[in-house]
C-alpha cells in the first residue's frame, strides 16, 4: 500500500512540476513582450506560443535535471532548504543545457517573436552597454522565475503532504535498532520533524537480549538475537541502524542479518559526517547525520517511468501475440485435460505475493506447482523442473523451449504485479530457503519481477548456476535505469525465447 501511495504522490508531484515549469516559461515569455513594449501578446497562431515561451524545451529538460538531482526519490528526512538548494542547481544545470541546445539546434528558437520595430533599451553593467534583446531578457526572466517557481510549488506539496501526514495518511512506520544515545537522538529528531511521516513503532535493543521493555516511550521487543523473528512478524517500512559506537562491530552482522528481508536500511552513525564513506548516500536532517545503506533503484520518477514502459509495451505486446496466444490455448486445450492457463504463487517486489499465469504444459495442474505438491524427486537439485521431465506433455515442452508458456504473464504486467524486466519470480517456499543459504538474494526483491532479465538474456534460465544467476540479477538491480530495461527487452528477442537451457 505504501509504495503504491508513493508512486500515487510521485505521478501527481511530476505534473505538477511540469505545469509550474511552463507556466513560468509562458510567464517569461509575456515578461519579456510587456518590457520591451513589443505587442501582440498573444501570438496569431496559438500553436507557435509553446514554441516561443520555449516550453517544449524547458519542461522535458527540466523534468531530467530533477530527476538526475534525486528530486522524486522518497527522501522524507531531507529538509526543505537541502531540497531548494537541489532545486536551484537543477534548474540551472537544465537553464544552461536549453541554452546549449537553442545555441547548437536554432537560433530562430531563440529569437521566434519578432524584434521590436525600434531600438532596443540598454543597461550598463560595469562600465559596458548591454543592449536589452528579446532572447536575454527572456533568458533573464526565467531564470529567476523558474527556480522560485518550483521551490514555491515544492513547499506547497510539502504541506500538503504534512497535512494529510497528520491526518494519518501517508504514514512510514519504521524500527530503530539501538536504544543508546544515538537511539534516543534519531527518534526525538523524527518526532520533532513530524512533517517526514516517519513513525518510530518499535525498537530492537543493541544488546543480544532486551534489558528494558521501553525506550522514548515505544516498546523494546527484543535484542539483536531477535532481529530475524520481528522482521517477519512485525514487517516494518524501513529500518534505522543507530547502534553506539562501542558496538559499531555489531554493525556488519545486522546489515547481513537485514539482507534476508525486502526493506529499506538506513544507518545513524555515531561519528561526525565527514568520516562516512563517500559510496553511502548521506543525508541530514535536523543536524542528524543519515546514511542510505540501500534502497529500492526504481523509487521516485524511475519506478514511475518504468511503470509507463510497462503498460505502454506490455498492451502492445498483448495486441501483437494474440493471434499466437489464441492458438497455444487451442493446442493446450487439445493437449489434455485441465485448464488452459493455471496459476502458480510467485514473490515481486518488497515480498509481494501474486498469482502468476502461466500456459499449463503439465498433464496434470497440480504438477506444476512443484514440491509442494510432491514432486521433490523430479525437480533438480535448486527446484526447477528437470530436463526430460515426463510429465510435461508434447506440447508443454515445445512451449518450455520457446518460453511462449509465458505470454500469459503480459497480464501479469498491465495489472503490476510484474514488469516486463526484472529478476525471475520465485516461489515462496524457495526463497525462504535460498535467503538462508545465499547472502544477498533478498536483495532482487528491491525491484519488480520481471519476465525477461538481465540473467535470463545471458542465458542462466532453467537448471543453471544459481550463483551466476544471482550475480547477474544483482548487477541488474545496482545499475538499473530504463536504458537498461530498453537494451535487455531489445536482446530478448534474439536471445529470450530458445536457449538450451530452457525446458
Known sequence: MLKQQHQFFVGLLVGADALVIAGASFAAWLGRKLILNSPPYWPEKPLSYPKNALVLATVPITLLAFQFFGLYLPRRDRSLFSETGQIFRACAIALLTVLAALFISDASLFEAAALPAVQPPTIHVFGRAIALDPGRVQIVLLTILLPVAMSLERASFRALLRTLRRRGWNLRHVAVIGVGRVAQITTRTLD??????????????????????????????????????????????????????????DLPSVLARLEKFPVDV??????????????????????????????????????????????????????????????????????????????????????????????????????????AHGATALRSRDGWTARNDPRVTTIGRWLRRTSLDELPQLFNVLVGDMSLVGPRPERPELIQRFREDWRGYMLRQHVKAGMTGWAQINGHRGDSSLRKRLQYDLFYVKNWSIAFDLKILWLTIFRGFIHKNAH
Open 266 to 371: 538506513r544507518i545513524v552513525p555515531d561519528v561526525s559526517p565527514r568520516y562516512v564513506p563517500q559510496s553511502m548516500s548521506v543525508s541530514e536532517l535536523d543536524g542528524m547525520p543519515i546514511l542510505s545503506y540501500r534502497e529500492s533503484p526504481t523509487a521516485g520518477f524511475g519506478g514511475l517511468s518504468k511503470r509507463i514502459l510497462d503498460i505502454l509495451v506490455g498492451a502492445g505486446a498483448i495486441v501483437v501475440f494474440a493471434p499466437v496466444m489464441l492458438a497455444i490455448a487451442a493446442l493446450v486445450r487439445a493437449s489434455g485435460p485441465g485448464p488452459i492457463v493455471f496459476k502458480q504463487r510467485r514473490v515481486s517486489l518488497g515480498g509481494q505475493v501474486f498469482d502468476i499465469y502461466k500456459f499449463r504444459t503439465m498433464f496434470h495442474v497440480a504438477d506444476e506447482g512443484g514440491a
Open 192 to 249: 520533532r520533524n513530524s512533517w517526514t511521516g516517519i513513525r518510530v513503532s518499535f525498537f530492537i535493543s543493541h544488546w543480544s537480549q532486551a534489558r528494558r521493555v521501553t525506550c522514548e516511550h515505544r516498546p523494546i521487543l527484543g535484542g539483536l538475537d531477535d532481529i530475524e523473528r520481528l522482521m517477519a512478524e512485525r514487517t516494518p517500512d524501513a529500518v534505522y541502524v543507530a547502534l553506539p559506537a562501542r558496538h559499531a562491530a
